[in-house]
T-cell receptor, first 112, second 113 residues
Framework: EADIYQTPRYLVIGTGKKITLECSQT?????MYWYQQDPGMELHLIHY???????EKGDLSSESTVSRIRTEHFPLTLESARPSHTSQYLC???????????FGQGTRLTVV | RKEVEQDPGPFNVPEGATVAFNCTYS??????FFWYRQDCRKEPKLLMS???SGNEDGRFTAQLNRASQYISLLIRDSKLSDSATYLC??????????????FGKGTHLIIQP
């Protein structure tokens, strides 16, 4: 069983609110990722980190920001939520040797 | 050209049949290959790694063809519970270890009774 956790699992929030999606892993993985996925659609990489104090934007432009102050923690923040941000957000981490990735259960975000 | 390409399907297959699908990748430096399974509204989960010599896990067989830059997944005696989206993942390596993951769009498989 993967030791990577996301909170909250579900979030319904009003337009303009600031939100932070939490992601933590206890596997000591250096690499962590945030993906956005709409129902039935492909995964889109929005942010990634190769270690503490390292963050990069992914392939899909996103208005969110991330931080990596600790190895185990990779939160994603939306300063002002909009209905277009409604989606599922998946966090993952991977080992630098085997490259096997493990996913959290996701946060399903609805902005009304 | 996308880095990792998969036929999105859907593949509609009768229960008990054998089904196979491929995934092509464009980065010749890719060194690690995986198949993930994603159920509807769930997170992707690792199904199997793909080794150079090929590997088998029960009804599932994965193969790698480096010359043609593709990997394949074969499912024998398909079960209703095999219905899912199968994601191909590749990664290259640099001095810092494994680079980021590159996911295909996934192949949607439906096993019919």
């Amino acid at each position: 069983e993967a030791d990577i956790y996301q909170t909250p699992r579900y979030l319904v929030i009003g337009t303009g609110k600031k939100i932070t999606l939490e992601c933590s892993q206890t596997m000591g993985h250096d690499k962590m990722y945030w993906y956005q996925q709409d129902p039935g659609m492909e995964l889109h990489l929005i942010h990634y980190s190769y270690g503490v104090n390292s963050t990069e934007k992914g392939d899909l432009s996103s208005e969110s920001t991330v931080s990596r102050i600790r190895t185990e923690h990779f939160p994603l923040t939306l300063e002002s939520a909009r209905p277009s941000h409604t989606s599922q957000y998946l966090c993952a981490s991977s080992d630098s040797v085997s490259a096997e990735a493990f996913f959290g259960q996701g946060t399903r975000l609805t902005v009304v | 050209r996308k880095e990792v390409e998969q036929d999105p399907g859907p593949f509609n297959v009768p229960e008990g049949a054998t089904v196979a699908f491929n995934c092509t990748y464009s980065n010749s430096a890719s060194q690690s290959f995986f198949w993930y399974r994603q159920d509807c509204r769930k997170e992707p989960k690792l199904l199997m790694s793909v080794y150079s010599s090929g590997n088998e896990d029960g009804r599932f067989t994965a193969q790698l063809n480096r010359a043609s830059q593709y990997i394949s997944l074969l499912i024998r005696d398909s079960k209703l519970s095999d219905s899912a989206t199968y994601l191909c993942v590749v990664t290259a390596y640099s001095g810092g270890g494994a680079d980021g993951l590159t996911f295909g769009k996934g192949t949607h498989l439906i096993i019919q009774p």
